[in-house]
Every structure is written in C-alpha cells, then in structure tokens.
C-alpha cells in the first residue's frame, strides 16, 4: 500500500520554500480554495496578481486568467496546476477571426471580455471582466461604435445596463449556456421564499428570472448582506465553498443544467486538482510564458482596464 500524502501541509511547506503565492479563483474545488492565500473573481485576481511581491505565483483557475497574471507582473514565475484548463469562451475566439472581425469595423473601439487569449487581448482598446463590464463601457467615447467579445450574454447585458449599442462576438460559456430555465422555474415553485443570484454569462430567458446579476464575488458579497435566507444559485457550483463559509446559516440552492446533472462544474476549472497543485509546485512545471512582444501587447488594455475599473 502507498503512503498517501498529505498534500495541504506539503503545498503550505512549499509555499514558504518558494516564497510562493496560491491565487485561486471561485470555480475552483474546495480543498484548492482553502490552501490558496487569495481567492476571487478575475478581477480581483489580476489585481492580486499585480501587486503581489512573492517570487512564485501558483494560479488555480484557468489559462487566460493565469496569463493576465504574467501580462500584469512579468517578473514572476507563473505556474498552473494543468496547462489544458482552458476556457470556451476563449476558445471560440480564434485571433484570426477575431481579427476579421475587426477589419470589417473600422475605428470602432473594441471592448474584451478577459475570458480570452492574449492575442485577442492584444488587438483589443480595452479589458473588462464580469464585475466591471458595465463600468467600462460606460467610459467609452459616446461617439465611438462598440465592439464587444467574446462572450454574446454579458455583452447583452451590459447593452441593456448601459444603453450602448454594441456589436457583439457570437461566443458562449459552455457551463452558463446550459443552464435550464425550465428547471430555474420549477425549483423557484418549489422555493418562492429563495432569491435568484445569477452570473451574466447565463442566457438571457435564464437572466430574466434573476433577483440579482453580479460577477461570482458580486454574487458572493451579495448573499452574505442580504437579508434573505435562501438563494438559487445559477453559476458554477464552486462559488458554494465561499457562500457556505461565509453565511453558515444560509440556504443555497446550486441551479441544475440541462444535461442531468444536479449542479454545474466547469470541465477546465476542475482539471486542476489537490495532486496537480502539489505536483505543479514541487517540480516547478507547467509554467506559463509568453512571448515578450505579444505581453507588451497585451499589458495595454488591460492597465487600461485597472485604471478605469478604481
Ligand atoms: P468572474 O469574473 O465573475 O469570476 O467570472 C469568471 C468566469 O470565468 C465566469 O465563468
Ligand atoms: Fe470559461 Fe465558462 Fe469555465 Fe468560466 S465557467 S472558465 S467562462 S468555460
């Protein structure tokens, strides 16, 4: 039989070795939450990311959110658990066409959702992440035609928050997309004292039945003060831990996807694990690089972002 290890105590050891830093985002399973020093929504993380003086930052989430860290302080090492956590909403938004897009738009101001590749971060004027969304666009010059990717449902909802007009990339989240607005109704029968908190990358007959649509710290923060005391929550199932942790005494109800499952996980927030973590930091791989070009590229938008979201 196999000694098991003790993988809490070894990633703390290591992280004091390495002076290291574990960033983490609400997606992520419980047990990664608790030993990370931070755990956020993407803003707050790449804020984390900018700031932090650690050697090491060890990012648990996914791809493009570990290489904002490493646009943002390139100095450090960035390391991910698991080099394939991807994101859907990044994937559908080839550079390529994301640069045809563009050329078919002529001196529109692009606005991207952070759920994307550096490459299209580095075509873009500006960033923006779920929490600041409608706070960026509402900065764009009025008299400046919007181009807003890739994700269609937040771009939606941001339209309607701020009344732009904007053109809007077809893309979607493969974990929001799927949630059933059929099954939202009958458990809000079963429920009606529960409030509906929902994430804007929910579908918009999904996000007509919210009481409340925020990015995941949005929410979070949202359910701790409310004064109700029992929530339907339409995002992935991860942001729970949190909820759980800071309203013991809350109810809350994970809303079901339409594929049968009772909650919703991201597929690439779950690629990382407790053994990936340890794994990742113990031999100091995989770590994310970039070409210095395509970061310098890249870092624009996004300080743009950081300066119009204080
Ligand atoms: P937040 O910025 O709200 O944390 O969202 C990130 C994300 O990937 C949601 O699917
Ligand atoms: Fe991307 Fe959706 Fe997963 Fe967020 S939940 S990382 S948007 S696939």
Redesign the pocket.
């Known amino acids: 039989m196999g000694t098991e290890v003790d993988y809490a105590r070894e990633i703390e050891e290591l992280k004091r070795s390495m002076n290291a830093v574990i960033l983490a ?3 992520q399973e419980s047990e990664v939450q608790d030993v990370a020093d931070f755990v956020g ?3 707050a993380l790449a804020q984390a990311a900018e700031r932090t003086q650690a050697d090491v930052i060890v990012f648990c989430g ?1 791809h493009f959110m570990a290489e904002t860290a490493k646009i943002l302080n390139p100095s450090r090492q960035v390391l991910l658990p698991d080099l394939k956590a991807g ?1 859907s909403l990044s994937d559908r938004c080839p550079p390529a066409a994301f640069k045809v897009f563009k050329e078919k738009h002529p001196g529109a101001f692009v606005v991207s959702y ?2 994307s590749s550096a490459a299209v971060k580095a075509m873009s004027d500006v960033i923006c ?3 600041n969304a409608v706070k960026i666009v509402n900065q764009v010059p009025r008299d400046r035609q919007i181009l807003f990717a890739p994700d269609q449902h937040l771009g939606r909802h941001v339209m309607k928050q701020t009344g732009r007009d904007m053109v809007l990339w077809p893309g979607s ?1 493969i ?2 997309e799927i949630f059933s607005e059929k099954k939202l109704v009958e458990l809000k029968v079963l429920h009606p004292d529960a409030e509906v908190v929902a ?1 804007p ?1 929910c579908e918009a007959p999904v996000l007509r039945h919210a009481d409340f649509i925020g ?3 949005g929410i979070l923060d949202h359910v701790i003060k409310s004064p109700k005391e029992k929530f339907i929550v339409v ?2 199932a991860g942001i729970l831990h949190q909820m759980k942790k800071g309203a013991p005494h809350k109810h809350f109800i994970p809303a079901p996807p339409d594929n049968g499952c009772a909650c919703n996980e ?1 597929p690439y927030m779950r690629l990382n694990t407790m053994e990936k973590l340890w794994k990742c930091m113990k031999e100091r791989t995989p770590e994310l690089t970039m070409p210095e070009d395509l970061r310098e590229a890249a870092r624009a938008p996004l300080q743009l972002m950081l300066e119009w979201s204080r």
């Open positions: 985002h609400y997606y929504d993407s803003l996914v994101c952070v759920n992440t779920s929490s989240c974990v929001h994430h990358e990015s995941t710290k995002t992935e991201c």
